[in-house]
């Protein structure tokens, strides 16, 4: 190796898989070149991260300085410039340029594909990549300036693929399999994802917000994407009728001939499935019951936790009314803590065109850019201003699913035009039955 | 305002500011209170592409200078 990294060896000894043993086959690839790749960015990038990492962990600060102007002609998003502070010492990574790439929806790709990606990005790259990022993006880590137009050519022209978002703008949108594979989905995750990005492509590419914005997509309540707790505006898959129920199956899960789980727990010897204490104890709001011959479920009560369907899949299905709960204002610690999504609309269908739901989009969009600070995440603006402001910008009534905690939250406050006879009293009439 | 004379005001105002070279969005809204905040997203960006203004962005937000002013590629803010 270009340079010793006594610090980062340690990385490999423990049981897990390290990134410095696959940054180092790397950089062994990069140098043997038995493919005779036409490297356009130094050979040695990949020692010189190590390098880098490196010297970083022996000064106790990071030697990667803030931010940069670099993008590509027309969009203000999808490349994050990064530089070294080191240039010198580490040239491979003089620039080491972060690229997104707007993953494929449900993330299936085709192994041609993957092949097409990855050897652009070692011609053009380091070849290190992240799959996937926080986001769902697929991230292409490092590579130098002169480079960043001509992979954008060769994504946009010869893959078919174009870059996601970052800095301020709607980040890539991200889904769940949906109905491609996964009998939960309650709406077509894949349909409403591709509809929304292709609607807001101005807003993936270009800054348009005092922030980031995410919208992720879930197909059922097991929030696979955990778009609860990520994103700005969280699409749930939900039901409004009945859990359907076979009970011949569910005699059989008691009866031990089919798997809890679908088998997911087998690795173990668990002992006999027990339908009392693990799926009618652990109901959250105690809506289910058991007599030893037939489940029932006062739907009413349940809250679509999922628990009792993943537990017995055969025996219990998702209604068959579908559509989505929206959450909104889901986020990540950065500042004021994490914070889960709140729910702003309980029920609403998921039909093409989604005219209702891009309305609802858009409204919030522009009371969050009149009213959101910089920096500041649509979730904070909402606990900074209240609920009820956000209800008042995107003219919603309160229903009583958007209340979290009844007994902590009892306070409605009325407007003079909402209540019948306003707030102005007759005085006359109060001091008949009230003295001074 | 016609578009131009927006460019203009955004430019001159800018150019005012001491000590700062870089602009967060909002900032765009107060010097062009008549207009709505879509319609100065829309009128920065285009200020972009005609590259009268740059972005600069951290990887998680973006903000935006007057093209060649201030911290440039791999320089520190205060640096030519």
């Known amino acids: 190796m270009k340079h010793k990294t006594?610090?980062?060896?340690?990385?490999?000894?423990?049981?897990?898989?390290?990134?410095?043993?696959?940054?180092?086959?790397?950089?062994?690839?990069?140098?043997?070149?038995?493919?005779?790749?036409?490297?356009?960015i130094p050979v040695d990038v990949c020692d010189d991260i190590l390098g880098v990492l490196e010297l970083t962990y022996v000064h106790k600060r990071t030697h990667w300085k803030h931010g940069g102007i670099v993008g590509v002609f027309g969009y203000g998003g999808g490349?994050?410039?990064?530089?070294?502070?080191?240039?010198?010492?580490?040239?491979?990574?003089?620039?080491?340029?972060?690229?997104?790439?707007?993953?494929?929806?449900?993330?299936?790709?085709?192994?041609?594909?993957?092949?097409?990606?990855?050897?652009?990005?070692?011609?053009?790259?380091?070849?290190?990549?992240?799959?996937?990022g926080s986001t769902g993006d697929i991230i292409l880590l490092g590579t130098h300036t002169p480079q960043l137009e001509e992979i954008f050519y060769e994504l946009t022209h010869d893959i078919g693929q174009?870059?996601?978002?970052?800095?301020?703008?709607?980040?890539?949108?991200?889904?769940?399999?949906?109905?491609?594979?996964?009998?939960?989905?309650?709406?077509?995750?894949?349909?409403?994802?591709?509809?929304?990005?292709?609607?807001?492509?101005?807003?993936?590419?270009?800054?348009?917000?005092?922030?980031?914005?995410?919208f992720k997509f879930d197909g059922c309540p097991n929030c696979c994407v955990a778009s609860?707790?990520?994103?700005?505006?969280?699409?749930?898959?939900?039901?409004?009728?009945?859990?359907?129920?076979?009970?011949?199956?569910?005699?059989?899960y008691v009866g031990g001939e089919i798997k809890p789980n679908a088998g997911a727990h087998s690795g173990r010897d668990w002992g006999a499935f027990d339908i009392q204490k693990e799926v009618i104890g652990l109901c959250p709001t105690g809506c289910m019951a058991w007599d030893g011959k037939k489940?029932?479920?006062?739907?009413?009560?349940?809250?679509?936790?999922?628990?009792?369907?993943?537990?017995?899949?055969?025996?219990?299905?998702?209604?068959?009314e579908t559509g989505i709960s929206i959450l909104v204002g889901a986020k990540a610690p950065i500042l004021d803590g994490a914070q889960m999504g709140s729910l702003l609309i309980p029920f609403i269908s998921a039909e093409p065109p989604y005219t209702e739901i891009k309305e609802l989009i858009e409204k919030i969009w522009d009371y969050w850019m009149e009213e959101g600070k910089n920096r500041e995440r649509?979730?904070?603006?909402?606990?900074?201003?209240?609920?009820?402001?956000?209800?008042?910008?995107?003219?919603?009534?309160p229903v009583a699913q958007m209340v979290k905690e009844p007994r902590t939250n009892p306070y409605i406050f009325w407007k003079e035009d909402e209540v019948e006879g306003g707030f102005t009293r007759d005085i006359q009439e109060y001091r008949k039955y009230h003295l001074r | 305002?016609?578009?131009?004379?927006?460019?203009?005001?955004?430019?001159?105002?800018?150019?005012?500011?001491?000590?700062?070279?870089?602009?967060?969005?909002k900032d765009f809204y107060a010097m062009l209170p008549d207009w709505k905040p879509r319609e100065v997203n829309k009128l920065v960006n285009n200020m972009v592409q005609q590259e009268m203004l740059e972005y600069w962005s951290?990887?998680?937000?973006?903000?935006?200078g007057i093209k060649g002013a201030g911290k440039q590629g791999a320089a520190e803010e205060g640096e030519e």
Not at chain 1, 93 to 109: L, S, W
Not at chain 1, 295 to 320: F, Q, S, W, Y
Not at chain 2, 3 to 25: C, D, M, N, P, R
Request: hydrophobic share 30%.
């Open chain 1, 79 to 132: 490349v994050i410039g990064r530089y070294c502070d080191q240039p010198e010492m580490f040239p491979g990574v003089a620039h080491f340029h972060t690229m997104r790439v707007n993953q494929p929806g449900g993330k299936y790709y085709s192994t041609e594909y993957l092949e097409k990606i990855c050897d652009l990005w070692e011609r053009r790259g380091s070849g290190i990549t992240n799959m996937h």
């Open chain 1, 295 to 320: 489940l029932t479920i006062d739907n009413p009560e349940c809250t679509r936790c999922m628990h009792c369907i993943n537990v017995m899949p055969r025996a219990l299905k998702i209604g068959k």
């Open chain 1, 162 to 214: 174009d870059l996601g978002g970052s800095g301020s703008n709607l980040r890539t949108p991200s889904d769940c399999l949906g109905k491609s594979r996964c009998e939960y989905a309650c709406y077509d995750t894949q349909a409403l994802c591709f509809d929304l990005t292709n609607e807001y492509q101005d807003y993936l590419h270009r800054p348009a917000f005092p922030y980031k914005f995410k």
């Open chain 1, 6 to 40: 006594p610090l980062l060896d340690q990385l490999e000894s423990g049981p897990w898989p390290s990134f410095v043993s696959d940054i180092k086959r790397e950089a062994e690839s990069r140098t043997k070149n038995a493919k005779g790749v036409d490297y356009q």
């Open chain 1, 228 to 252: 609860i707790a990520r994103a700005d505006m969280s699409f749930i898959g939900t039901w409004k009728d009945d859990i359907r129920i076979d009970q011949k199956a569910v005699a059989a």
């Open chain 2, 1 to 25: 305002m016609e578009t131009a004379e927006a460019q203009k005001v955004i430019i001159e105002g800018l150019e005012k500011k001491k000590g700062k070279s870089k602009f967060y969005l």
């Open chain 2, 58 to 64: 951290s990887g998680s937000t973006t903000l935006y």
């Open chain 1, 378 to 397: 649509l979730g904070e603006l909402i606990k900074r201003k209240g609920f009820q402001k956000l209800l008042e910008a995107t003219e919603l009534e």
